[in-house]
């Protein structure tokens, strides 16, 4: 499949990493309206001139493409989509959709309406701290959940003048929705509404709110907390987050990069046991590519597409309505029609 990558920034670096050691994937166009951007992409990766683009249309002009990778700011996202769909490409964009949840309902029509496979790239459901926890709650090893707390506490996205620093609500959007999604997933429940409040500290260094506490219940009476705060000078989380699972037969807590299931009540069932995580065979972004190519390959929505992936953007809008509004937000009003 050949590609063109679409933003050569910081996450298009890593990307292009991704593609290059992918056997199934040529990418075939670097795109940037930054010279200085195509610049430094060229130099790490040693990229010949003649597949460095200011823009899509320019590269279409020159090269042949089968799909497009769209690692630029959340706020071009629907432009590239439009962009991609309009030149028959499928689209590989990274998550969040958009900052803006209209546009990314435009952005799924448009897909569905060239008929375009398109996937979100929600990295981290693709680790085995999720897919093992996940499988674990199917096999019923602390029963029925009913309560999960997510904490996030980093120095998030530090560096001045990116569109983190700058945009509205930049932890729930660009943050929150990697953890909203692995909620949907590693509890395999669909949301129904949110409860949310938002904040800066004194010393905070984005223009939008990164601090939060969004309360989000899901279907099946399961309740869930995510508190987060993306200016946090002391301990720092996992990027996956500090979760607890509880459910009648004990937790499943992540400490740091493992997995624990406890049961302290009743004492004479007591367990203390680090749960082996799975051994997939790829993680992480290799996961996804691999995910988005058997996809094209046997015709099938990826794991991740657009579609499913309005319901976990719904979340951060709901949470965002939530705390403007300071009512609980429905997801079938963000949803709509
Ligand atoms: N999945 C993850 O874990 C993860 C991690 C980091 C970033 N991201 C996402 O990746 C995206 C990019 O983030 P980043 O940190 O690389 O940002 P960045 O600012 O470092 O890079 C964005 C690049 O896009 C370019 N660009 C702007 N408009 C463009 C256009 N119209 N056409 C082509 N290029 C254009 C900019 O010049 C810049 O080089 C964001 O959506 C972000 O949320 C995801």
Redesign the pocket.
Known sequence: MRGIV?????????WISVCHKNKDVEIVGY????PE?RAKAAEQFNLPGAQLFP??SDALQKVQADFAL?????K??E??AVEAFEAGLHLI????LSDDFEAAKRIVKASKAAGKTHMV????RFGSQPRTTHRLLKEGVIGEPAQVTVGFYRAWATRPG???TTMPYPLIT?MGI?HFDLLRYVMDREPLRVYARTWNPPWGFHAGDAGHTAVIDFDGGLVTTHHALGSSTGKQSP?NGEWRIEGPDGSLTWEENKIFWTRAYPPDQGIREEMPLDDLPLLG?DAILAEFITALREGREPECSGTDNLKSLAIVFAAIQSSIEKRTVEIAEIMGA
């Open positions: 679409v933003g050569l920034g910081g996450r298009a670096r890593s795109v940037d309206p930054v951007q823009s899509i769209d690692v630029t700011p959340p071009i996202h432009a590239v964009g990274e998550k969040p790239t929600q990295n981290y990116t569109h983190y660009d990697h990027w972004q």
